[in-house]
């Protein structure tokens, strides 16, 4: 059997290596748009922020991925896909045949139509080579501008002062991370990310980049104007669906699959941030290898079913750890908050029915495990009083 991955970020990968160790004698090829090896792209934050090298990187090599059975294409970019023929072809007009195809296409990042958005100097920071061209602007000191406060832009924002650069965070909402956190855990990390240098203006809506030949300003709709010479846009990501929209499979956001990860053409499978399942997209790396692991046992004819869990997100940026998942700003909920100043810690917990619906973690995320647990479960809290202060006082309690 043919199978041939397209897109060699982590579930595209994970995918690949799976089906090379589950379906039997499997011809398994894997390419890659990017000129690189497979990488971890969480880490990219630590390449920013000078934690670590391309090569720390790297997750596998061409030989590791040889000895796995998987043959492995960089720089090979798929510009159509015929279903009937079983054939992409690349932009080079190479044709590739299949005889099943799993699209890994994942996403790009949202670029807000402003004037001046196209000026050289704005980025944004998705892939190894946005991190690339941020290190060689960063290198000649300045101001950064980054456009967007949710984690991603978090993230640039504190490699980028680790660089050196004046950092300032321009954002829509009153706190950062505000599909994460709470008002008040928000409050509290960009007060911490205050001391470490990071400008917030919030909330600021942008209304144009300024500059000639390279961008030189950020013009705020209130008038005023940051100067940058560099700027990150962190607005938001959007699905690649091109490629299979072209071919006629099923998108709506993004390419609908079912609990197996197949798409409406039964030859073909798609995982990870390409994807729409039960009208939910993700984000983030968990998911999308749970996705690569039920792919891969389907390409082998075994059964599977992906079950998704409430999502959950985690940052830790200049020594403090944020943690949150489920609901979190549900009006119909109840809130327990325990706040310790001293610590700089404190949590919400939201419950309905006598039932963990969401929970925000700021400062020591050590519960969040437990916490994940009692959202998934879904079952009745009896000790409420302990609940918040974490699983060894409910064991105690119980």
Known sequence: MKVLVVG??????????????????????????ELALPYDRVALSKLLAGEAEVADLITHPV????????????GVAVAALDRAARVVTTQKGECLPYDRLVLATGSSAVRLPLPGAELPGVLAYRDLGDVRAMLRLAAQGGHAVVIGGGLLGLEAATGLAARGMKVTVVH?????????????AGG????????????????AATV????????????????????????????????????????GLEVARGVVVDDAMR??????????ECTEHQGRLIGLVKPALEQAEVAAAALAGEAACWQPVPDSAALKVSGTAVWSAGEISAETAEAIILRDEDAEEYRRLFLRDGRLVGAVLYGDTADAGYYMRLIAEQRVVESRAELVLGSSFMDAAA
């Open 172 to 184: 829509a909402m009153g706190w950062p991370m505000d599909r994460q956190l709470d008002p008040e």
């Open 188 to 203: 509290l990390l960009s007060t911490r990310l205050g001391r470490r240098g990071i400008r917030f203006i919030m909330p």
């Open 208 to 247: 144009a980049l300024e500059g000639e030949r390279h961008v030189q300003g950020v013009r705020l709709d209130d008038g005023r104007l940051l100067p940058a010479s560099l700027v990150v846009m962190s607005v938001g990501i959007r699905p690649n669906v091109a490629l299979a929209r072209d071919a």
């Open 63 to 74: 030989a590791e991925l040889a000895t796995l059975g998987v043959t492995f294409r960089a």
């Open 8 to 33: 060699a970020g982590p579930a595209g990968t994970r995918c690949a290596v799976r089906a090379a160790q589950r379906v039997p004698r499997a011809e398994v090829t894997l390419l890659s748009a």
């Open 263 to 272: 798409s409406s053409d039964a030859a073909i499978y798609a995982v990870g």
